[in-house]
């Protein structure tokens, strides 16, 4: 288990040496587990979408991403929310959600949506996201739609 000594969430640009250092944590939690990786094309694909990490001692330890998509109005989009293994379980996803979330809020958004994994259901639920549909298959795993009034 890591050791939390100074946590800062911000926001980082597409392409930086931070984001590269995040795409670096998101192989680690969420790809390669699952005996996948990001093609060059999905990260070029990124870049007009808001990118969010918390850094502990210059270390980047959290990402998560957010997009807003025509269809959705006024609801933002929050993907690929991801803690390195060491640190998950002490705060650091709830905070990095909240600092998400505030910068929605202050851009206009009115609501939060986002497709969970199967085990990170009791996660979101208890940040205030409520489930809804059918459960569905992505990138070979279970799924939920979830949403949340910001
Ligand atoms: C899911 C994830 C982002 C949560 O972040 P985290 O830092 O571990 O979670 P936190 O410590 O901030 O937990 C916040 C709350 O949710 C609860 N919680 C977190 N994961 C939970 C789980 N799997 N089941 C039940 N409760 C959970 C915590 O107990 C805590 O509750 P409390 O504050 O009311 O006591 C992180 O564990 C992770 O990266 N997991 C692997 C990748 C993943 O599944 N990402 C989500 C893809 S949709």
Known sequence: MGRIVN???R??????EDYWQAVEVRRDVLRR????DY?????????SFHHFVCENEGEI???AMATSEESMDLTIRI???????????????????????EWGLEQGFESAFL???????PFYER?????????FEEVGIPHQKMLKKL
Request: proline residues 2%.
């Open 7 to 9: 946590l800062e969430c």
């Open 11 to 16: 926001k980082i640009e597409h392409g930086s």
């Open 33 to 36: 587990p699952l005996g996948l």
């Open 39 to 47: 093609t060059s094309e999905q990260l070029n694909a990124e870049s």
């Open 61 to 63: 330890v959290a990402y």
């Open 79 to 101: 993907k690929q929310v991801a803690v390195i293994a060491g640190l998950q379980g002490t705060g650091i996803g709830r905070l990095l959600m909240s600092y998400v979330e």
């Open 115 to 121: 497709h969970s994994r199967g085990y990170a259901i």
């Open 127 to 135: 940040l205030g996201y409520v489930g809804y549909g059918d459960i």
